[in-house]
Structures are given as structure tokens and as C-alpha cells.
């Protein structure tokens, strides 16, 4: 069965510190692809990344990076240097070969000034 | 702001009632995708649209329903509502069916009293 777990249900740090948000996956899929959204306290959802499951190579964005690794199933997501700004509900995602995406619970982000 | 519009934003109805959510996609964008986001089920995927046609669909119930028009905006209907209906609903669209990342709408907060 396909599954998306992201088992940190809340996470709070000050500011500055740096900060993963764990997700861990389950597919029979060889071909499938990962997304983070963030949901800020607004409610929308806003796209952060797709990673498909051929490339393993880590991405970074600004503060943002992802560590996608195959042989834990996990696609993690860390914050660096975190600012209020990035207090939100974030999800992790997998979309599988039936054209569903599958989310995990989402981590509460809270960042403290 | 993603470019994808809905409307309502927010719906207060009652129960037994029937309701239209409404979704314009991305310009170019010519799937559109349902999401229903509650506190106890989370995000749950609901029903997919692709140039007009039905693509996917999963956890809908069989009082709901939907289409894509012409002109490529989508309808989510809701009937014979219940108070477990109260939820964000999410419109997302992408610009093929798979496997590209989806741009989600504000959505539409239902509330069922």
C-alpha cells in the first residue's frame, strides 16, 4: 500500500536554528514522485519541490534543501538558519502511478522569535 | 497568489443541503485535481479532471460529484450535505495529468450546521 508518514506532529525552534522535517514513504511503485507543499497559517497550499524517484541527488533552494534517499524511503526536508516567516504546516507527498497523491499528516513548523 | 481561483471562499449551509464549489485553473493548465482538507481524515484526494475527461478518483463519496467544463473550469458538487462535510476544499491544477506538480486554489471552507 502506498503511504506517506511524517511522524514529527509539531516541531518548535527559535529563530535561526536549523531544522528537518522527517518524511518516510512506502511504494511498490519504481517510478514515483515526491513533493513537499508548505501550508502557511493563510491556509494555502504552496508548492516547495517535486523529486522523481531516478534522481537521488540532493536539491537545495536558498535555506531550504531536501535529502532524498532511496534505501530508507525517506525524503527529509531541512530549514536552514529558520525564520518566523517559516512557521506553517508543511506535507510531504507522494504522488504514485494512479495519478493520486498520497499525503502524510504534515509537521507543525513553529518558529519562535 | 498560484493563479488558480476558487469560489466560494467560504460556505455556510445546512444539512441536507446541496452546494456548488468552483475551480478556474491555471491558464494553460489543463488538469484539475480536488483535495478535501478536514482535522480528522487530513488531505485526501478526491476526484481528477483532464481536458473535460474524469482521470482518477478517490475517496469521493457517492453524494459528491464533479466536471470540467469546456472553457476547463471545474465544479465540485456537494448534496445531501452532513455536519462531517465541513472542510477545506482544495481545487489544484497542473499542466498535464502526471506527473507534474500541482498549484493549489485558497479553497473553499465549507461549514455544515
Known amino acids: 500500500a502506498q503511504k506517506v508518514t511524517q511522524a514529527q506532529t509539531e516541531i518548535s525552534v527559535v529563530e535561526k536554528e536549523d531544522v528537518t522535517l522527517d518524511c518516510v514513504y512506502e511504494t511498490r511503485d519504481t517510478t514515483y514522485y515526491l513533493f513537499w507543499y508548505k501550508q502557511p497559517p493563510s491556509g494555502e497550499l504552496v508548492f516547495l519541490i517535486r523529486r522523481n524517484s531516478f534522481d537521488e541527488q540532493n536539491e537545495i533552494s536558498g535555506r531550504y534543501s531536501w535529502n532524498f534517499q532511496k534505501s530508507t524511503s525517506s525524503f527529509n526536508f531541512t530549514i536552514t538558519a529558520s525564520q518566523v516567516v517559516d512557521s506553517a504546516v508543511y506535507f510531504c507527498?507522494?504522488?504514485?502511478?494512479?495519478?493520486?497523491?498520497?499525503w502524510g499528516a504534515g509537521t507543525k513548523l513553529i518558529i519562535k522569535p | 497568489d498560484s493563479g488558480v481561483t476558487q469560489t466560494p471562499k467560504h460556505l455556510i449551509t445546512a444539512t441536507g443541503q446541496r452546494v456548488t464549489l468552483r475551480c478556474s485553473p491555471r491558464?494553460?493548465?489543463?488538469?484539475v485535481y480536488w483535495y478535501q482538507q478536514s482535522l480528522d481524515q487530513g488531505l485526501q484526494f478526491l476526484i481528477q479532471y483532464y481536458n473535460g475527461e474524469e482521470r482518477a478518483k478517490g475517496n469521493i463519496l457517492e453524494r459528491f460529484s464533479a466536471q470540467q467544463f469546456p472553457d476547463l473550469h471545474s465544479e465540485l458538487n456537494l448534496s445531501s450535505l452532513e455536519l462531517g462535510d465541513s472542510a477545506l476544499y482544495f481545487c489544484a491544477s497542473s499542466v498535464v495529468e502526471y506527473p507534474y506538480e500541482q498549484y493549489f486554489g485558497p479553497g473553499t471552507r465549507l461549514t455544515v450546521t
Open positions: 491558464s494553460g493548465d489543463l488538469s
Open positions: 507527498a507522494l504522488l504514485d502511478s494512479n495519478y493520486q497523491l498520497i
